[in-house]
């Protein structure tokens, strides 16, 4: 890769594990949610309003937030019953192609999403409690599975110029 593009991926994982702070931190306020919830409901037999909401809506957004970095460490699930046994150069390629396909997929998802978002924002839906815009939740979601896509496209061109492994015993 240039110097521009290595500068580039550099900034990209940077932001990529700034959402996962994010994401921890969210996972907080969702543990000491849930805490509060139950001590206020068994113990004062008055739960906290909208609980449920917050809880609902940061365990949506909490993976959302961590998907970029988990797709940049390659955190996802493979099958390797039949790539494993690949060539090196056929698995370069097939690397690139399902990781491509990632992209593809991440980037079909966030469009609809982000229509979905306007369509809910348009009829003015908001959770009942908190009066939260929904649309503004959805389209969230869809911007950042936009950085995901741009994880998998970052691991689609890295993977297709990993350099093959020596060969042993070659003289």
């Known amino acids: 890769m240039t110097g ?3 500068m580039t991926v550099l900034w990209f994982d940077r932001l990529a594990r700034l959402l996962v ?6 996972a907080t306020v969702m543990m000491l949610t849930i805490f509060t919830n139950v001590v206020m409901r068994y ?5 906290p309003r909208g609980a449920f909401e917050i809880i609902e809506i940061t365990m949506g957004l909490l993976v959302f937030f961590a998907l970029p970095l988990m797709i940049r460490q390659s955190g996802n699930i493979r099958v390797t019953i039949l ?7 056929v698995r370069r390629w097939a690397t690139f192609a399902t990781e491509l396909l990632g992209t593809a997929i991440c980037t079909f998802i966030a469009w609809r ?8 924002l348009r009829y003015g839906e908001v959770t009942m409690e908190l ?3 929904r649309g503004a939740i959805a389209q969230s979601m869809s ?4 950085v995901a896509a741009v994880a998998f496209l970052i691991c689609a061109v890295e993977g297709l110029r990993r350099a093959p492994p020596p060969q042993l015993g070659t003289s």
Do not use: T
């Open 4 to 6: 521009l593009g290595q």
């Open 21 to 26: 702070w994010i994401s921890a931190a969210m």
């Open 131 to 133: 009066r939260i815009p």
């Open 43 to 47: 113990v004062f037999r008055s739960p």
């Open 113 to 120: 999403m982000w229509i979905y978002g306007e369509r809910i």
């Open 143 to 146: 911007v950042l599975l936009v």
């Open 83 to 89: 790539f494993d046994r690949f060539a090196e150069p």
